[in-house]
């Protein structure tokens, strides 16, 4: 079973896209480094590794400029927003790419079983989190935003898990 640790989601990000080795063609702002999500590690980088796996996916040239950012809203709720310039969902498609093997039709030709997206919306919910997507209004580019409940401390040592 997986344990749930404190977690520095700029490190546990930046490990993912090492692991991914493409480092180089993404750009990562404001991930703050004093706030700690409480949450199992594999789980946090399989949300990292799906929106980023497919920021390059359904990219033209397979060569997106991503940006994540992560801010508090509030004391309770912790948001991650990644955004990529790729080729944008339709919104009429929107409500269909959470559910397991929905694809949009114009990229059905990109290999994968259309499961990413759902694995993610079932582990933010595991954490009492939530999933929106939006598109601008060009068409182009798209932003997930996830919400996860925060822990905000200093240090490890002040938390009793
Ligand atoms: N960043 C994105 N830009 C444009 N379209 C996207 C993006 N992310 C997801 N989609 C659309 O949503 C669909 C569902 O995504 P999801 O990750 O669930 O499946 P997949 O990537 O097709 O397959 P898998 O993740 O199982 O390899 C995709 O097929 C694609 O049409
Ligand atoms: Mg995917």
């Known amino acids: 079973m997986q344990s749930i640790e404190l977690l520095n989601p700029a490190e546990v990000f930046q490990e993912v896209l090492d692991d991914l080795s493409i480092s180089s063609r993404v750009v990562v702002q404001d991930l703050f480094s004093d706030h700690r999500l409480r949450m199992g590690e594999t789980d946090l980088k399989r949300l990292f590794a799906i929106l980023v796996s497919n920021a390059i996916k359904f990219h033209p040239k397979r060569t ?46 990109e290999e994968g079983a259309g499961m990413g997206l759902a694995i993610l919306k079932k582990i933010l919910r595991t954490y009492g989190g939530g999933v929106i997507v939006d598109t601008a209004e060009s068409g182009q580019g798209t932003t997930f935003t996830l919400t996860l409940p925060v822990l905000a401390v200093q240090s490890e040592e002040s938390i009793s898990v």
């Open 64 to 109: 997106p400029h991503i940006i994540a950012k992560a801010q508090a809203l509030d004391a309770a709720t912790w948001q991650l927003e990644v955004t990529d310039d790729g080729d944008g969902i339709p919104k009429e498609m929107r409500h269909l790419i959470f559910m397991p093997m929905s694809k949009v039709v114009s990229r059905d030709k």
